[in-house]
T-cell receptor
Framework: SQQGEEDPQALSIQEGENATMNCSYK?????LQWYRQNSGRGLVHLIL?????REKHSGRLRVTLDTSKKSSSLLITASRAADTASYFC????????????FGKGNQVVVIP | EPEVTQTPSHQVTQMGQEVILRCVPI?????FYWYRQILGQKVEFLVS????????KSEIFDDQFSVERPDGSNFTLKIRSTKLEDSAMYFC?????????????FGPGTRLLVL
């Protein structure tokens, strides 16, 4: 079954630096979404990129999608302390079901 | 901005007891979901619900689980006889049917602890 899986890394960066996270998946997708989760809290939708898109921007977020490599990256520019959270990618299958398949998450700590 | 709400925020129960987790999806959304996240693990899909019936369920969603939309606003997840391994954060989500396979909006979650 298809599955989003982030590179299992924890990032610790200084405020103002950029943070990059990667995600890979296994099967054909309709879209890929990134979510943020603050410690012990709910999931906040950040951005969605469709399988026919290669790059998308939203504020300080930049997402890329490479369907040939089945991978995506999330870049947060000019990070802030409030960006400290776990970031998850989640994929929706091309084949009609609409469940989200989540990756394991990347913990990002932005040091003020 | 409309949002998904969930109650209670925390629930502690004894093994074998029944629990009902409640969700109020965004009002014009027609597709509803339950996911769970065991501490330190991935968010896992449980079930999706549309037009008053289950449209898809995962292997986790066994006979101990059921979902219901008892009225026009609430969407519930019932666990009939809780087990220790049911301890997790349970998330409800909803989406607008009109845009196929678009964003799912999540509630803040219910943290369930089974003792």
């Amino acid at each position: 079954s298809q599955q989003g899986e982030e590179d299992p890394q924890a990032l610790s960066i200084q405020e103002g630096e950029n943070a990059t996270m990667n995600c890979s998946y296994k099967t054909s997708i309709n879209n890929l979404q990134w979510y943020r989760q603050n410690s012990g809290r709910g999931l906040v939708h950040l951005i969605l990129i469709r399988s026919n898109e290669r790059e998308k921007h939203s504020g300080r977020l930049r997402v890329t999608l490479d369907t040939s490599k089945k991978s995506s990256s999330l870049l947060i520019t000019a990070s802030r302390a409030a960006d400290t959270a776990s970031y998850f990618c989640a994929t929706v299958s091309y084949y009609g079901n609409n469940r989200l398949a989540f990756g394991k998450g990347n913990q990002v700590v932005v040091i003020p | 901005e409309p949002e998904v709400t969930q109650t209670p925020s925390h629930q502690v129960t004894q093994m074998g007891q029944e629990v009902i987790l409640r969700c109020v999806p965004i009002s014009n959304h027609l597709y509803f979901y339950w996911y769970r996240q065991i501490l330190g693990q991935k968010v896992e899909f449980l079930v999706s619900f549309y037009n008053n019936e289950i449209s898809e369920k995962s292997e986790i969603f066994d006979d101990q689980f059921s979902v219901e939309r008892p009225d026009g606003s609430n969407f519930t997840l019932k666990i009939r006889s809780t087990k220790l391994e049911d301890s997790a954060m349970y998330f409800c989500a909803s989406r607008d049917l009109e845009i196929i396979q678009e964003t799912q909006y999540f509630g803040p979650g219910t943290r369930l602890l089974v003792l």
